[in-house]
């Protein structure tokens, strides 16, 4: 079993800056990939970026390729999503997400963080 906890969102202004942190506690997650996906309200959820702990290049989404920058903390079990130039349309519910390398679908999902980008 894998716990994630995620934290750092919050009201920023369009242009501004927010990180965003996934704490992993549990099953050693040296061997899973890691993602962060959003959901903003009346649409579905939809990927972001992803990250694996062994330290393969991460990917993202293209529309947020050249906003957001994933990384990973190994020592610390802890991922973190900085965003930023974040626009109105930014605003949403963040979730931090874990699966083992060989799974397609995530199975691990934190309780999500919101975060509110005001024009």
């Known amino acids: 079993q894998v716990q994630l906890v995620e934290s750092g969102g919050g009201l920023v202004q369009a242009g501004g800056s927010l990180r965003l942190s996934c704490a992993a506690s549990g099953r050693t997650v040296s061997n899973y990939d890691m993602g962060w996906f959003r959901q903003a309200p009346g649409k579905e959820r939809e990927f972001v970026a992803a990250?694996?702990?062994?330290?393969?290049?991460?990917y993202y989404a293209n529309s947020m390729k050249d906003r957001f920058i994933i990384s990973g903390d190994n020592a610390k079990h802890t991922m973190y999503l900085q965003m930023n130039s974040l626009k109105p349309e930014d605003t949403a519910v963040y979730y931090c997400a874990a699966k083992v390398v060989a799974a397609t679908q995530y199975h691990y999902w934190g309780q999500g963080t919101q975060v509110t980008v005001s024009s």
């Open positions: 990250i694996r702990w062994s330290g393969s290049s991460p």
